[in-house]
């Protein structure tokens, strides 16, 4: 939930070095060298040692046999050694991190931070982070990670000293929030319930009003224009003076053009261009829409003017969106990735009444596939066919490239997408053997639900949590190329079959 900024140097749109990537095989044959080898080890090595016996006597024999027989044992501890690393270590107690999940005090005035090690004179800047500060009012409680108030922190570096600042984001839900002393704004997490002094009728009403959007806006600093904005995933952005933290202006994305929110995480090309993505909901079903923001404003007093949608893709269901909070850019692609948490907008719509909140219309439904999708970002083009993958959620897409006609991506993905649910507050506030517990029955589920699906197999041998890395064929070109040769963690099957 937290994310930085770094305002000086500017490194935007830099890609992680090769040397930097997870160290991954070269191919698909290699990700499974260990079984390869562990093969060679039981079968071929015998069949070598019989054929071998038969020309050979005495101490020549014996050497080739020593010889083998070293061999073997190397084969073996590089498999053991494979293994270890391919193993995610048991943790018996995971730290408490409740402190980090509770209300804290701004810090407005500038305070001298504490320096461990030194940094060097020529850094020069600001590093700017967001998050949720603030997680009750009055009586009422927040219940959900992402629900708490936007705390604005900024570490101002300067010839090695580092200051320190924060602020409360003084939105309109902040505010509302303030003045009435209780949640008046529903969050993703926490449904904001009606006015207890209205009477019976008045209260009952008011659940079918059209709930106010939160501009709460405590995911991640973005910038357009050479501007700086704090965004969540609603239709709202606060653009922000980083020196003051002051709010200076909010600006709601379905101004500008036809969307119902955007992404916290935009991608910029090097000229400053920003490309984001965010869902539209009409009558003719839910899309998913690609973003173009100019690098510069025209005229003084600009925000995000000049903002357009450059694609349009429709969601498999119309009704049921796929939930997703970032996507993957290279040099000439945009990569789309429609995961099963499906947003079921009949449940959204009607959670007000049936008072629930808004992540309640957010299910995992893993008989669905994850749908890729790969546009070009010059053209607006959606790229013809369509890449499948097993069921997998993803939240962060890490790191997106072009590699020798391909198109890679790093993201951080689960089998499992009901983690939401773990990151209710009074779950992450839990310590000891209670958080062990939440793990524990995640896992549990998680564990059983393996068992009894169609994939049993191939999920057993996924770590709970794995940093992957999809490659998938040549892009642009035909769809018919061998993609067995560049398929990899995530099995992804050949484009068109579901
Ligand atoms: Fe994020």
């Given amino acids: 939930m937290m994310a930085s900024h770094i305002v000086k140097p500017d490194t935007r749109n830099c890609k992680r070095p090769r040397e930097l990537e997870p160290q991954m095989p070269d191919s698909p044959q290699l990700s499974s060298l260990g079984k390869s080898d562990s093969s060679f080890l039981e079968s071929s090595g015998l069949f070598y040692k019989e054929s071998l016996e038969k020309d050979l006597n005495g101490d020549m024999s014996k050497e080739i046999?020593?010889?083998?027989?070293?061999?073997?044992?190397?084969?073996?501890?590089?498999?053991?050694?494979?293994?270890?690393?391919?193993?995610?270590?048991?943790?018996?107690?995971?730290?408490?991190?409740?402190?980090?999940?509770?209300?804290?005090?701004?810090?407005?005035?500038?305070?001298?931070?504490?320096?461990?090690?030194?940094?060097?004179?020529?850094?020069?800047?600001?590093?700017?982070?967001?998050?949720?500060?603030?997680?009750?009012?009055?009586?009422?409680k927040y219940n959900h990670w992402f629900d708490g108030m936007a705390l604005l922190h900024q570490f101002r570096i300067e010839k090695g000293t580092v200051t320190y600042r924060s602020k409360f984001l003084q939105s309109d839900t902040y505010k509302a929030n303030s003045v009435h002393d209780r949640i008046v704004i529903s969050e993703f997490g926490t449904l904001a319930l009606p006015d207890p002094c209205k009477n019976v009728f008045e209260r009952f009403m008011s659940k079918f009003e059209l709930p106010a959007i939160t501009d709460n806006t405590n995911v991640n600093y973005v910038r357009y224009k050479g501007d700086y904005y704090v965004s969540t995933e609603t239709n709202f952005m606060n653009k922000v003076d980083i020196k003051t933290l002051e709010k200076t202006e909010k600006v709601d994305w379905s101004k500008f053009i036809a969307v119902n929110g955007a992404t916290a995480h935009p991608?910029?090309?090097?000229?400053?261009?920003?490309?984001?993505?965010?869902?539209?909901?009409?009558?003719?079903?839910?899309?998913?829409?690609?973003?173009?923001?100019?690098?510069?404003?025209?005229?003084?007093?600009?925000?995000i003017h000049g903002a357009q949608v450059i694609c349009s893709i429709a969601s498999a269901e119309r009704m049921k969106p796929s939930y997703y909070h970032s996507f993957g850019m290279t040099r000439n692609y945009i990569i789309f990735i429609e995961q099963p948490l499906k947003m079921n907008l009949w449940k959204i719509v009607t959670s007000r009444i049936r008072g629930k909140a808004f992540s309640s219309g957010i299910s995992w439904e893993p008989q669905y596939n994850t749908r890729f999708h790969v546009v070009d970002k010059h053209t607006g083009q959606l790229l013809p066919g369509m890449y499948y993958s097993k069921p997998f959620v993803t939240f962060h897409q890490i790191n997106a490239f072009e590699d020798q006609g391909c198109v890679v991506i790093d993201l951080c993905c689960q089998d499992d997408g009901r983690s939401l649910e773990v990151y209710q507050l009074q779950n992450l506030r839990k310590a000891g053997e209670g958080l062990d517990q939440i793990l524990f029955i995640y896992l549990t589920e998680r564990a059983r639900e393996h068992k009894q699906g169609e994939q049993q197999r191939e999920k057993e041998k996924q770590a709970l949590c794995s940093i992957g890395s999809l490659l998938w064929g040549s892009i642009p070109g035909p769809w018919d190329h061998d993609l067995s040769q560049r398929q990899m963690l995530n099995q992804l099957n050949h484009p068109g079959t579901p």
């Fill in 65 to 140: 046999n020593l010889m083998l027989s070293t061999y073997a044992k190397i084969l073996s501890t590089m498999e053991s050694t494979h293994q270890k690393k391919a193993t995610f270590g048991k943790r018996e107690r995971l730290p408490c991190i409740a402190p980090l999940l509770t209300t804290v005090e701004e810090t407005p005035q500038m305070v001298s931070a504490r320096v461990r090690g030194h940094f060097p004179k020529w850094l020069s800047g600001y590093l700017l982070r967001i998050g949720p500060g603030k997680f009750e009012f009055g009586k009422d």
């Fill in 267 to 303: 991608h910029y090309d090097p000229d400053g261009t920003a490309y984001n993505m965010g869902n539209s909901y009409g009558l003719h079903g839910s899309c998913y829409n690609i973003i173009r923001v100019p690098p510069e404003n025209v005229d003084l007093g600009e925000t």
